[in-house]
């Protein structure tokens, strides 16, 4: 494997700088040549023989490169600024995306915890049993309804299953019920408990019991 010429600015033996624009193919005869530019005068262009290019000269009895690299071209670092760049960027928008995913998954576990006093004072409200005063009742109401409010400004809403046919992906089946009515086979017979959803994704699937249509 022949050694690689990177562009770049190279030093000649006799100290003239030359700046390395790229490598090319000889068409005639299948060999390899580098083309470089003179950094000098009235920037030439030349042509040599890739071998030719990296070997050796006896100068003084002492050998050294032909041409000696010294410095890489300003557009690879120009390139390697800007990968450096999009890495760097690409890093931000990598936090920023596992920053929210964190943020949504804290969210998930903290409301998976106030859910159940919500639907708690929900079932207080529908199963009171008449003996309580008004102003318990309103009391109650009142806090149902800021809980509600404060649940929809971070996203949260309750999964409506009136009149649906049982669906997977927002309910639980916990048991069937039996129907001869075929319209109804299907269909959600009772809610057990309350779903919702969190910015349109399935946080707690609704608990339900299913008509199922009798043999």
């Given at each position: 494997?022949s ?26 005869n299948?060999?390899?040549v ?6 000098y ?5 030349w042509?040599r ?7 050796e ?9 032909r041409?000696q690299?010294?410095?890489e071209?300003?557009?690879?670092w ?9 890495d ?13 995913e964190?943020?949504?998954y804290?969210?998930e ?12 004072l ?7 049993n008449?003996e309580?005063?008004d ?11 800021q809980f509600k409010?404060?649940?929809?400004k971070?996203?949260?809403?309750e ?16 048991s ?8 109804l086979?299907?269909?959600v ?14 946080i707690e ?11």
């Amino acid at each position: 494997m022949s050694e690689e010429v990177k562009t770049g600015v190279y030093k000649h033996y006799k100290n003239k700088e030359y700046k390395v624009l790229y490598t090319a193919v000889n068409t005639e005869n299948k060999e390899e040549v580098v083309v470089y530019q003179a950094m000098y005068g009235d920037g030439k262009i030349w042509v040599r023989p890739k071998k030719m290019f990296l070997e050796e000269v006896e100068i003084d009895g002492q050998k050294k490169p032909r041409f000696q690299f010294i410095l890489e071209d300003n557009n690879d670092w120009q390139n390697k600024y800007k990968r450096a760049l999009a890495d760097y960027q690409n890093l931000l928008k990598q936090t920023a995306k596992e920053k929210m995913e964190f943020a949504v998954y804290a969210n998930e576990q903290m409301l998976r915890e106030i859910l159940p006093v919500y639907d708690n004072l929900k079932m207080a409200m529908e199963h009171h049993n008449g003996e309580t005063t008004d102003d318990w009742l309103k009391g109650v109401e009142h806090v149902v309804k800021q809980f509600k409010d404060a649940l929809g400004k971070i996203g949260v809403e309750e999964i409506k299953i009136k009149d649906k046919k049982f669906d997977h992906n927002l309910m639980d089946a916990l048991s069937s019920e039996g129907t001869e009515d075929k319209s109804l086979d299907g269909l959600v017979a009772k809610q057990v408990k309350a779903g919702y959803k969190l910015n349109g994704k399935v946080i707690e699937p609704v608990k339900v019991i299913v008509y199922k249509l009798k043999n």
